[in-house]
């Protein structure tokens, strides 16, 4: 009975036997001496095999719905609605810990900012504004890759520093006036203390003279007070430091009360003109102070210099990064960018 190959893949291919003892295939398939048709796909041998994937484990995964022929129907409005609903009750991290964790997350490190910040100047607050300030030049301008990153970062350093160099004008200015308030007080508190001490002429043109005429005339009307009468102390500090030349003096006829009387009269006339003087003398002061205090509106010269150039390279080198992550950000999308200009000056 003839042998009738098999018209599928697995037919068997007829051979002849050579001179040699090998086989010669026969089979029309077999051109020159080559296999022509023979060496065809997998799937063109075993059309009734499917494959969708190389992998030894394709064939053991279930059908996908669209590999079946099922189509996946949308979503309907109820269901789109309860899940916005169930989105909406989620609040984060409700304890305070859990909220501390997660405030960082828009973070990628901090080593940036522990590197820029001083702790011991301006400690935790500096930091986290360094981090804000740095993420928000980073939603604004959207670096792409590894370099538009670190001119970005660049740039979150300089403007931050640029922020410390405002912070020192700041505070230059805040110390002088500081001191010129202080040096006002404490001169006054010195003479004071001086004249306390019998050193130097109390007189009616300073703060110092007349604060200590007010405490020794209280002084004074305190004891008149209790006692009726003054002490031989009392009668030559005010001759010294009042003009009680002709003062109230007690004379024969005259009776205690009278003459306390007299004496607190005397006294309280006394207190009213330096309380006058105080108060006269204290404005003027204080304006001179408050003038002293307006031309510390700028810092001293040599403060001034240096924080000029100081702010004039934070923003030179600034821009200097904006300008490059521009010329990156324009390459990458395809825009013709021209080298820069360089000027060279030397020999």
Same mark, same amino acid.
């Given at each position: ?36 048709? $023979? ?54 991290? =409700? ?34 504004? %360094? ?27 300089? &403007? *931050? ?6 912070? %020192?004008?700041?505070? @230059? ?16 508190? &010195? ?16 703060? $110092? ?27 030559? &500090? ?12 007690? @004379? ?13 009269? $005397? ?18 002061? &204080? ?18 210099? =240096? ?10 080198? %600034? *821009?200097?990064?904006?300008?490059? %992550? ?10 013709? @960018? ?10």
């Amino acid at each position: 009975m003839e042998n009738v190959p098999r018209d599928d893949g697995d037919a068997a291919v007829q051979s002849t036997p050579l001179v040699d003892g090998s086989q010669k295939p026969t089979s029309p398939e077999w051109i020159g001496g080559t296999r022509a048709n $023979a060496l065809k796909s997998p799937a063109s041998r075993h059309p009734r095999t499917k494959r969708s994937s190389d992998s030894p484990h394709a064939d053991s995964r279930p059908p996908s719905r669209t590999e079946r022929g099922v189509t996946q129907r949308p979503s309907s409005p109820q269901r789109v609605a309860a899940n916005r609903r169930n989105a909406m009750r989620s609040s984060g991290p =409700r304890s305070p810990e859990g909220r501390a964790a997660v405030a960082r997350n828009a973070i990628k490190h901090g080593l940036l900012a522990s590197s820029v910040v001083s702790p011991s100047l301006e400690g935790s607050e500096g930091r986290a504004a %360094f981090d804000e300030q740095h993420q928000r030049l980073r939603k604004v301008l959207k670096p792409v890759g590894e370099l538009e990153d670190m001119l970005v970062s660049d740039m979150a350093v300089n &403007w *931050y520093q640029l922020g410390r160099a405002r912070r %020192f004008e700041s505070a @230059v200015i805040e110390q002088r006036i500081t001191m010129i308030t202080g040096a006002t007080e404490l001169q006054h508190d &010195w003479g004071l203390d001086m004249h306390r001490q019998g050193i130097g002429t109390p007189g009616p043109r300073t703060l $110092a003279g007349i604060g200590y005429l007010l405490e020794g005339l209280i002084s004074v009307r305190v004891h008149v007070m209790e006692h009726g009468q003054l002490k031989d102390e009392h009668h030559q &500090w005010l001759q010294a430091h009042c003009n009680w030349k002709d003062g109230p003096i007690p @004379v024969e006829n005259t009776s205690p009360e009278t003459l306390k009387r007299q004496l607190l009269s $005397a006294l309280d006339k006394d207190l009213e003109v330096h309380r006058s003087l105080y108060e006269l003398v204290d404005k003027r002061e &204080w304006q001179n102070v408050a003038v002293r205090r307006e031309r510390c509106a700028l810092p001293p010269a040599a403060e001034l210099d =240096r924080l000029v150039r100081y702010e004039s390279m934070r923003r030179r080198n %600034f *821009y200097r990064a904006y300008e490059q %992550f521009e010329r990156l950000q324009r390459q990458r999308l395809g825009e013709y @960018v021209p080298p820069p200009a360089r000027l060279d000056l030397g020999p």
